[in-house]
Structure formats: C-alpha cells, structure tokens
C-alpha cells in the first residue's frame, strides 16, 4: 500500500508518545520551562506543586470577587456560591458529622471540594498539569483527613475514649484482641482508600486521552476516529473532575464522622 507507515517512523512515533506521556504525567519533579514563560523551574520546584499554588491563587481571587458588597442581598457569584456551602452543610457535611460538628466543619469540606475541583479542571487545559494525577498531592489531601480523624478523635472522646471506640461491643476479650488492631488499621486504610482513589482517576482518565491523541501522531489521518473519542472522553472527564471532587469530599465526611461518632466498647 503507497500509503502505509514505514514501521520505523511508526516506531519512532511510539516512541515519541510515549515519552511525552512520562514527561507530561509523571516526570513532574523536574525542571520544566513554564508555558509561556522563558525559563525554567528549579529542580526543587515542581510543575505540579506550581499548579497546586495557582490553584490556591485563583480560588482566593474567586473568593474576594465573590465577596457581598450588600450581606442582605447575595447576587451573582455570591449566591451561587452561598446556594453551594448550604447544599454541602445541609446534604453532606450534617448528615456525617452530626448538626454540632458538621456547621463548624462545613468550610474545611466546602475548600476541599473547590481546591480538588479546581485542580481537577485546570489539568484539563492544554499545557496544564493535572496535580490530582500526583500521589503526592492527593496523600497530603489524605494526610488531613486521617489528622482529623485521629487527633481529632483524641480531643473530642479523650484518650481513653478513643482507643476504646475501636472495641466492639458484646465480644469476647480474646476476639477484641484480633479486632482492635484490625479497626486501627481501617483508619490508615481509609486514608489510603482516599488517596489512591483520587489519584488514579485522574491519572488514568488523562493516560487514556493523551493516549488517543497520540494515536494521531503515530498513524496520522487513518487514527482520525480516535480524535471522536478523545473528545467524547475530555467531555466525561470533566463529569469525572466534577465526580471525583464530590466522591473525596463525601467520604471524608463519612470518614471522619464515623470516628467522632464512634460506639465505645
């Protein structure tokens, strides 16, 4: 066929795709030149840690443009962003922590669902870094929770308490003594459950669709089809952002709420 690929340009190609996938997804901690910008990063510096702190940057401007210049008539931003923190108050956060515990920690699980989202969605632009799809990230997410979880736990049942919340009640001393440590270690694992979660949704999700476009470098006009299909997945992974956002915040409600709630032996 006049039109077939030589295999060693295909080769090449797949190389190449391959490469740029490592680089864009995993090679993250080290220097980078910054899109639009005529430098470098330092090798302490990385991209997903700059994609971290211009997150933080644009919720923080979204939050002074949000701010009601008249408190008895919320328009605009403001009341979008009003109706958002009662639907997390009233629909997440009260029904796992309790009417207590859940008004007073409303605000940490509203910021932990913007700040994923954000980071989510910014992963999305073109020349962007998803930091969601960095274990790091998304374990010192995780590391917050499991602190509210434990020290949390501690203040709020005491020591003695705590650790008795771990004990079943109604069985025999020989079985809590298999279960209790069992029950402490569903509390790392929870943890672990949230991070892994978050990080390999989003990771996967942009494999897939870096790999479906690379799949046009490759073989050119005859992968045609697989520009439908990254396009039909960029729309879903916007569903996912969304999802993923929800589904971390929610659990870490759960979570927590299950610890400071917990039966005492």
Not at 47 to 69: E, K, N
Not at 83 to 90: G, K, L, N, S
Not at 192 to 203: G, Y
Not at 243 to 255: D, E, K, R, V
Request: hydrophobic fraction near 55%; include cysteine.
């Amino acid at each position: 066929m006049t039109n077939a690929i030589p295999i060693e340009t295909t080769v090449d190609r797949t190389a190449a795709v391959q490469t740029f996938i490592m680089h864009h997804m995993a090679d993250s901690q080290q220097a980078h030149l910054i899109p639009g910008l005529p430098f470098e990063l330092p090798n302490w510096i990385s991209l997903h840690g700059v994609m971290v702190v211009l997150c933080s940057v644009l919720l923080l401007l979204i939050a002074w443009l949000s701010r009601r210049r008249n408190p008895e008539v919320p328009r605009g931003l403001s009341n979008l962003l009003e109706a958002f923190v009662a639907y997390m108050r009233d629909q997440v956060v009260v029904p796992a922590l309790g009417p207590e515990d859940g008004v007073r920690m409303t605000p940490m699980f509203c910021s932990f669902f913007v700040f994923i989202l954000m980071m989510n969605l910014i992963g999305l632009i073109p020349s962007f870094y998803t930091a969601t799809a960095n274990i790091n990230v998304t374990g010192a997410l995780a590391v917050i929770v499991l602190g509210f979880m434990v020290v949390g736990s501690v203040i709020r049942l005491g020591p003695i308490g705590f650790f008795r919340s771990f004990c079943v009640p109604g069985v025999p001393w020989p079985i809590q003594a298999f279960l209790v440590p069992l029950e402490m270690l569903g509390v790392l694992i929870k943890a672990m459950a949230l991070m892994i979660r978050l990080f390999a949704n989003e990771l996967g999700g942009h494999i897939v669709l870096l790999s479906l476009v690379g799949l046009l470098v490759i073989y050119g006009w005859m992968a045609l089809p697989s520009l439908l299909m990254a396009v039909m997945i960029y729309l879903l992974e916007i569903g996912v952002a969304v999802l993923q956002a929800y589904i971390f915040t929610l659990l870490s409600a759960i979570f927590i709420g299950q610890r400071y709630h917990a039966s005492h032996g």
